[in-house]
C-alpha cells in the first residue's frame, strides 16, 4: 500500500507570536517550530496503515529550508521517505497554490490513499485537504476522526454537530484528520538516527510545472487588539449586583 | 516561550557554541551525529519530557510509591509514560548500538537528561537505576550474564538497582554485613539486609536485577573484601524465561519527605536460605566494579539537583513577571504610583539573578563533564583521553556535591519568590524543594564527595589532574583579560583561582605539620570554593564568546547607543540572551568570586574550633 501524508511546518502552539511592524507577516525570530498537530494524526494513522498492511509512507510539505526538519521527524516516527517542495516563490502560498503544488508531486508518485491535516494551526484555513483531493480528482472523506482500510475500500467516521457520519469510500482517496484519530507515537532516538539516512527529494515549483500566481494575498496582519481590563461589579445585595450585570451587558458589553 | 523546565537556548549555547559538540563528531564513535541530529534529539527529548514525564510531577507526588501485601508499586500514572520513555530509546541512548543504543554522546545524554530529571526526578530514578545496573553486566559480565540480563534491562523490559547501603553500612559501605555462601555449582547464596533501595520494588518492570555488595564467608573485613552479585527478584531459566522467585522479600518502603514516587525499599535477601545470586567479575572485586555505577550516580544526582531547580528557576521568573504585588520602593510616596509586577522590585531581581548565574555555572559544569567523558571514550589521541578522565575524576565529586547544594538553595530562593503562595502546594514550587533535597544526600553524602575530593582526587596522578585543569582556566583568563569589557571581571576570576590553587599545597602542609584535621574539616569548603571557582570560569568563557556574538547582532542591526541595544534585545530573543548570558557572569565575578579568597584565607588559617570543642559543650 503507497501512502501519501502532506505536512506543514507551524509555530508551536505556545510560541509567542508578533507581527511585523510592516504588517507584512510574522516575526520568525526565536519561534519554534513543529510538525501541524492535525498532520501527526495523518503521520500516525499512515505509520499503521502500514504497520497492518505493509508497504510505504511518503511524506510531503512544502515549505522553506527550516521545513525538512518536519520531514525529518516523520522519517523519524517511521516513514520512508520525502519530499520538499522548496521555492521561494512558494513562501506565503494560498491555499490553491499549496494544494497544486503538493498535487503536482503526488501525482508522480502511486498513492493509494492520501492523508492531511484538517486544518493548519498557523492560517487555519482548513482548504488545502479539500483543494487536493479535486486536483487529483480522487474523493475525499474530512475532518476524520476513525479510519478502515480493507478491500481497496476505506471507511472513514466523520464527525458533524449531533451526530456522525460513517462515509464509505473507493481508493485512492484524500482523509483529512482530526483530533481522536489516533494518538500520535514519539519519534524514537533510533528513529531519529535512521532518519538521517532516509531519502528526501528536493523539488522546485518548475520541476514540477506549477504556476505559482497566488490566487488570494495577504494584504495586511494585525495582532488581535489588547483585551480590556475586567471589570468588578459593585453593590452590596445579590440582587443588586444581578441588575448591575445586566445593565452592563445590555448597555456595555450590548451582548444581549 | 520557555517550557517551565529548562532553558532550551541555554543547553544550544553550551552544547554548540561554548564547549562544542562538532568536535565530537570528528571521533569515529559519533560519526553519525550532526547537529541537526542533535537539534532533533533535543527537540524530541524536550517533547517528552514536557508532553510524558512532567504531567506525572504532581499526580505522582501525591499517590506516592505504594506499599500492599508485602509488594511495592510505583504511582500508577507512570506506567504508561515508562514505556513510553524505554520505546523511544532514551535508557540506553548513550550505549553502544549493539546492546540497544544510539552511542549518544554523553553530553547529550547530560542535556536530555536534564530536561528529564526537570520534567520528574522521581519518575526518572527508575529507567536511570536500570540504566546503571545493565551497564555493570555490561563491562562485567560474563557473555551468559549479559544474554540473561543484560538485554533486557536496556530495553527497560526489567528494572535493576543498586544495593550497598545497610542499617549498619551508610556512607562506611565497607561495614557491611550481607554474606555470600558458595554453593557447589559456583554461584552463591545472599543473606542480608539493604535498606534505602531506589527502585528496589516497583510494578514497572515484570523483574528487577540487583547488583547485591556482600562479603564471601572468609574474605577479610573492610571495602577490600566486598565482591558484588548478579541477584534477580525472579530467577531466570537458562531459555531466559521467568522462573522460581528468588527469596528476595521487600520489607517495606520508606516514607519520605520527597520523590515520593520513587519507591525507597528495605529488601530481605534470603530471608528463607533460597536466594541465589552470580558472582559479577572477580571475587572481592565488589568496591571496583560498584565505583563504576557510583561515579555514573553522582553525575546523574548532581544533574538531578540542577534540573530540578532549573524547573523551579524557571517556574520563579514566570511567576515573578505575573504576581503584582508593591509599588516601586523608587516612587517613594507617590500614593498614586501603581502596584507592579514583583520582578520589578531590585530584591527580587537579585534573587532571580543569583538563581541564574549559579544555574548556569552548574549547568555549564556539568555539561563540561559530560563532554569530558565523550573525550576521554572517544578520542583517538592517549593524551586527550587521559588528560580529560582526569577532568572527570576531578569534576565528579565536584558535580554531585557543588550542583546539589546550589540547587537547594536554588529551589528555596524560588519559593522565597513566591512568597506565602510558594509555600502552599497549590504552586510545584514547594515539590521541588522537597524533591531536591534528598540529591545532597544519596550516592554518598556531600561531606563524604568533598572527602573523596581533597583524600583521593587531588593527589591523583601525581596531581596532574587538577595541575591540567587549572592550565585551562589561567588560559580563559588570560584570553579574556584581552576584552575590554571583560577585562576587570577575568582580574577577579584571577584573583580567585590564585588563592585556590594554593590551597592543596597548604592541605599537604596541615598534614605534615601534625594537623590532619585541618584538612578533614576543611574539605567542604575547598570544594565549595572550587564550584565557585569553576562555574566563575565557565561563566567567563561564556560571556566571552557571548559579547562576540552580541557585537555582531548590534552591528548587523545598526545598534550603536545603548537605548538603541537595549530596544533591540526587547525584540530580538537572541539579544536578550547574550545580554543575560554576559549578565550572568559578570553578577558572578563581581558577587561570588571576591568572597573566594576570604573563604581560602579562612582555610588557609588552619582553625579547628568544631574538632577542639568538648562533645559535651554542643548541646545543653
Ligand atoms: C531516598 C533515598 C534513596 C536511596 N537510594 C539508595 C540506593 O538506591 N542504593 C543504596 O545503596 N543506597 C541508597 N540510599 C542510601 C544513601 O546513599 C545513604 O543514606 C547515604 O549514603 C548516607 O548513609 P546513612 O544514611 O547511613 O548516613 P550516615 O552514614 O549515618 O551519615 C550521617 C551523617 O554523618 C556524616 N558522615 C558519616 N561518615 C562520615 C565520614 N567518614 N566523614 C564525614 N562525614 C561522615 C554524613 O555525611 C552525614 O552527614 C538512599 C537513601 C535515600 C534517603
Redesign the interface.
Known sequence: MNIVVCVKQVP?T???I?VKADGSGI?E??I?WVMNPYDEFGVEEALKLKEKNGGDVTIVSVGPARAL?TI??AL?MGAEKGIHINDPALEGADAYTTASALAAAIKEIPHDIVFCGMRAIDDDAGQVGSILAELLGIPQVTVVTKLEVADGKATAVKAIEGAQLVIETSLPCVITAAKGLNEPR?????G??K??KKPVDVKDAAALGISVAAKAKIVKMMPPPERAPGKIVGGEEAAEKAAQLVKLLREEAKVI | MSNLLVNTRDQKFLIYEQIGIEKLFAFDRFADYSQDVVDMVLSEAEKMAVEVIAPTLEEGDKEGAQFKDGKAYAPSCYQEPFKKYCEAGWLCASEEPEVGGQNLPVMLRTAVGELFAAANMSFTMYPGLTHGAANLVKVHGTEEQKNKYMYKMFAGEWGGTMCLTEPGAGSDVGALRTSAKRLPDGRFSITGTKCFISSGDHDLTENIVHPVLARIEGDPPGTKGISIFVVPKIRVNDDGSLGEPNDVVTGNIEHKMGIKGSATATLNFGENGNCIGELLGGEREGMKIMFQMMNEARLDVGLQGQAVASAAFEHAVAYSKERIQSKSALAGKDPNAEALPIINHPPVRRMLMWMKAYLEGIRALNYFTGFSIDVSHASSSEEERNKYGGYVEIMTPICKAFSSDRGVEICSKAMDVYGGYGFCQEYPVEQYMRDCKITQIYEGTNQIQALDLIGRKLGQNGGMNIMSLFEEISATISRVKERENLRSYAAKLEEAYNSVAELPMKFIEFFKSGKPAATIQNAEPFLAVMGDLLCGWLLLQGADIALEKLDAIYKEAGADTVEKQKALAENNTEAAFYEGKIASAKFFASEILPTVRTRCEIVKAGEIIPVEIAEVSFAY
Open positions: 508551536d505556545e510560541a509567542l508578533k516575526d525570530g526565536g519554534k526538519e525529518r521527524t523519524a514519539y519519534a524514537s532516538l533510533p531519529i538516527m532518519a538521517k
